[in-house]
């Protein structure tokens, strides 16, 4: 059902399918609402860009925020538009969701006929499309049927959940649309996610010399998360793990494995062991060979195409005397990826539920009368009733 998606296409050729299938769907039924931070498409959005991260406080809460944040945000947009320049100008973030919804809505055309035309609507949190606007879009495009689908697997209060609150934001003060809404908030243990990803250590286990293949030292790595947010009970964490032993489970070889955590932003303390000390720290005790795999990372952008192969992999590898390190690519485009994607929104179309309750309850130390408000909005936007099941 999935062969199409199995050819290998030329830029030339994906352009060509984006411009066909956008052209195509004039009337479509059902939405499929992707949402992401997003990135700068150029250096010119980083200052705004940092600026919108470092003022909402569903992803960071700093002192004096109205005021702290713009500074914080100003102090780093020359630093950040010197990395962005690094890796080719940009973030490629909306290359690979544009591409990845594509190929995920025409899969799904082929699936479900009945739910058919599918249209992919990219929501981002910081930079264009926004939120407001791909809400915009749909409703004027008049969909039946809309399925909100958080493009980071693992759930996090400070991720996707910024991102549904800046859904409650939009229909605050608005009525209603006549739309069946659905939400997927979070897919860490699907079986074909857990099989990209070990199906790109293996591309990348096959570089290292059959010697000593089965010592190399797989280290997942995701973006790290404040102790107050992990102390809260944010699921975050647990559900990252979920996602390594799923790969593990998959990958099926004797390599030793470790999560680890980067990104880390501001003096508090965050999640540990950081992904750079890791690294000095298993080249002293001898370990010198090495694969970094960005598991809550759906495509490739500035965490991966900066931090990770040129901050870590050529840096921080160097200077500590690792002999042989390797980054595992994202999923971006790869067939199997966009059959999970696909078995996802899939399974949720045909048997739901339309809100899990796993995203309705709250954390136990939670405080937020702002989580409380979205929690009640989604009961009501996705029609949610206690006689619904989870599958």
Not at 24 to 29: A, D, H, I, R
Not at 45 to 52: G, K, P, S, T
Not at 152 to 162: E, L, N, R
Not at 180 to 193: C, D, V
């Amino acid at each position: 059902m999935l062969n199409f998606i199995c050819r290998q296409n030329s830029p030339k050729q994906w352009s060509s399918i984006i411009r066909s299938v956008s052209q195509n769907v004039q009337k479509p039924k059902t939405a499929i609402v992707m949402l992401n931070m997003g990135g700068p498409k150029t250096t010119d959005q980083v200052a705004d860009y940092l600026l919108r991260i470092m003022t909402d406080r569903d992803m960071i809460q700093l002192p004096v925020q109205s005021k702290l944040g713009p500074w914080i945000a100003s102090r780093r947009t020359e630093e950040v538009k010197k990395k962005y320049s690094e890796i080719g100008g940009g973030s490629p973030i909306y290359k690979w969701t544009d591409l990845q919804g594509t190929l995920l809505t025409k899969a799904l055309d082929q699936m479900l006929p009945e739910s058919a035309p599918h249209k992919h609507y990219i929501a981002f949190r910081y930079v264009p499309p926004f939120t407001d606007e791909a809400l915009t879009e749909l409703e004027k495009d008049g969909v039946e049927r809309a399925v909100i689908f958080s493009q980071y697997p693992q759930y996090s209060c400070a991720t996707a959940g910024s991102s549904l609150n800046a859904i409650a934001d939009f229909y605050k003060n608005r009525q209603l649309p006549n739309i069946r809404f659905s939400l997927i908030e979070r897919w860490a243990t699907n079986s074909l996610l857990a099989q990209v990803f070990a199906e790109r250590i293996k591309e990348k286990l096959v570089l290292f010399d059959r010697k000593i293949r089965d010592q190399v030292l797989i280290m997942f790595t995701a973006h790290s998360l404040p102790l107050k947010a992990v102390s809260r009970g944010d699921t975050y964490p647990h559900e990252v793990a979920a996602s390594v032993a799923a790969t593990m489970g998959h990958l099926s070889v004797p390599n030793p494995h470790r999560l680890v955590w980067q990104s880390k932003v501001g003096p508090l303390p965050w999640l540990q062991p950081y992904t750079d000390d890791a690294i000095k720290a298993y080249a002293k005790q001898g370990i010198k060979h090495m694969i970094l795999v960005p598991i809550a990372f759906v495509n490739e952008h500035i965490e991966t195409l900066h931090e990770l192969d040129i901050e870590y992999c050529d840096e921080v590898a160097k200077e500590a005397g690792v002999t042989q390190i390797e980054r595992a690519a994202a999923p971006n485009d790869h067939p199997t990826f966009i059959a999970a994607m696909a078995d996802v929104v899939s399974k949720h179309l045909t048997v739901g539920p339309s809100v899990s309750r796993q995203y309705l309850s709250r954390c136990p130390h939670c405080v937020s009368e702002r989580c409380k408000s979205s929690k009640e909005f989604y009961r009501k936007l996705c029609n949610f009733t206690e006689s619904d099941v989870d599958v």
